[in-house]
């Protein structure tokens, strides 16, 4: 799966309805005098992030959007119709930039953001505007005003709501496949997964939030080392981290610590996120080697943590639900503060890749 979704569409406003030149007739009325009406303003194209969509898959099949030209304007003072809007819905985390893909234009990043991209051209002026004291009888009217066309990059970078941490080897690409459909690879030796991987994890119908496995992180990884911290970019914006240590190792507290480290070393507030801590592996642990395993992380982090195995499922389910809750109080608290949120453009585009 593409992390990254990204295409390219046209849009085209509406142009304007033409104002009408025309003349009252009527029996007995002589000399009725201009009554040709203004033409409709052309339609513009909108675009609004929705709800219950996740890619931009919808754009790879139409890529032309054109809003409806205004009606002429007609005699009698009628004036034209107004153009229908076209409006580009798409995924909460859509970013528009401008047809140079670097210039953004706006970061949808909220549901119901909304923004008008192109504005229809306006309608002419039929001939009644123009009759004065010297030319009472115009036998001219405008024409309606162009509509805008334009090309624009839409760009989404998903967003992860639960991000998977942890050393190379403990286990997340395994994890990542018994909590969702998705098929990273899996292999034992570290520094397998070598680009983020993305799962939604479906607990049940109205129940789903999305998972990504990012490449393992190891000591000095701020600093570079191994695949560096890039890939933390991707989990920025989640609720949570799950945090799989590999129960099967000597140091699991030392194996937290490094990862702690390293979440803290990178900034951008991914060491305050919640962290669900999970011993991993259990399946190849007897009970009292869980046991100590646990205790051992329990004494270095402060807390308890899951005990579960990718492998055979033990405590999957349990920790998805843990981690939902917190992704559903995440989301409650982001719909109400959307009111009231006075928002920025954002940062550049390119501040962030992959
Ligand atoms: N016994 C057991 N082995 C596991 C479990 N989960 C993963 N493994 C094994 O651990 C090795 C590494 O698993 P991956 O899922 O690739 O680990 P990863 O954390 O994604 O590794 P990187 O992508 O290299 O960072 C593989 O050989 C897996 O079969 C588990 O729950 N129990
Ligand atoms: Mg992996």
New binding site residues.
Partial sequence: MKFLDQCKVYIRSGNGGGGAVSFRREKYIEYGGPDGGDGGKGGDVWIEAVDGLNTLIDYRYQQHFRAETGGHGMGRNRHGANGADVVLKVPVGTQVLDEDKETLIADLDHLGARLRLAKGGNGGFGNTHFKGPVNQAPKFANPGQEGEERAIWLRLKLIADVGLV??????????LAAASAAK??????????LAPNLGVVDLSTNERFVIA?I??LIEGASEGAGLGTRFLGHVERSASLIH?V?G?QDDVAGAWRTVRHELDAYGEGLADKTEFLAL?????LDPETRKEKAAELEAVAGRKPYL?????GEGVTELLRAAFAEVRARRAEAAGEVEDDQHEPGEAPGSWTP
Avoid: E, R
């Fill in positions: 942890g050393l190379p080897n403990a286990g997340k690409s395994t994890f990273p690879k899996i292999a034992d030796y570290p520094f397998t997964t496995d490449p393992g799989l590999d099967t991993n592996k259990i399946d190849a579960v195995s990718g492998v055979s």
